[in-house]
Structures are given as structure tokens and as C-alpha cells.
């Protein structure tokens, strides 16, 4: 049996689209609703193998398109320099450079909505 894997399901949220409407379905009943295969495969009405089959080969796309687009890692630096940016805006609102503060504020509050 393989252990479910919470970077698939952050996969499938970048990368969901990409795949087709019933391999989709059947990731997110067994990622995000935390069913069992045997349970899927029971709401489905295929055999807990073939459900099987579709998340393995849903996931090897996940990380395949991963691989060639990088969405997540550059989510996740987008991510961390908003904290950043953030974090020094903060500093300076404790400094009393109010204008500056907010201005970086801002400009966190950019990154995080356009990534």
C-alpha cells in the first residue's frame, strides 16, 4: 500500500486542470476527502485497482507537469518573499515610517494575490 502524499494533493491544486474530469475526481475523493480506495472505487463502481491505476498515473502527470512548469516553487518563493516584505513592513510601522510600512504592505499584498 502507498502512503497518501500531501505534496499530490498541492499538485492537484495547481495542476488539476491539466488533467482530465474523472481522473480529477477520483484524486480529490482520495487527496482532499481522505477516502480510502476501496471507498472511491465503491462511489465510482470501478474496482479498488483501477482506482488505483488512475491515481498513480494522476500523479506521475501531477509531477511531470511540475517538472516542466515549476508553479509550486515559484509559489512558494513568491510566498516567502511576501513574508519578507511583510515582516520588514513591520518593523518599520514599529519605527514610525508609517508611509514606507504601507507602501510594503502593499506591495506583499500584490505578490500574494497575483501568485
Known sequence: MF???MRIAYLLDFYGDLLDDHTVSVMKAYYNDD??????ASD?????QGIRHLVKKGEELLEFYDSKLG???RY???????????AVAHELY???E?????????IAELITKGS
Open 3 to 5: 502512503a497518501k502524499n
Open 35 to 40: 477516502l480510502s480506495l476501496s471507498e472511491v
Open 44 to 48: 465510482v463502481g470501478i474496482s479498488r
Open 71 to 73: 508553479l509550486v516553487g
Open 76 to 86: 512558494e518563493r513568491l510566498s516567502q518573499a511576501a513574508d519578507r516584505i511583510g
Open 94 to 96: 514599529g519605527r514610525g
Open 98 to 106: 508609517t508611509r514606507e510600512a504601507e507602501e510594503l504592505s502593499e
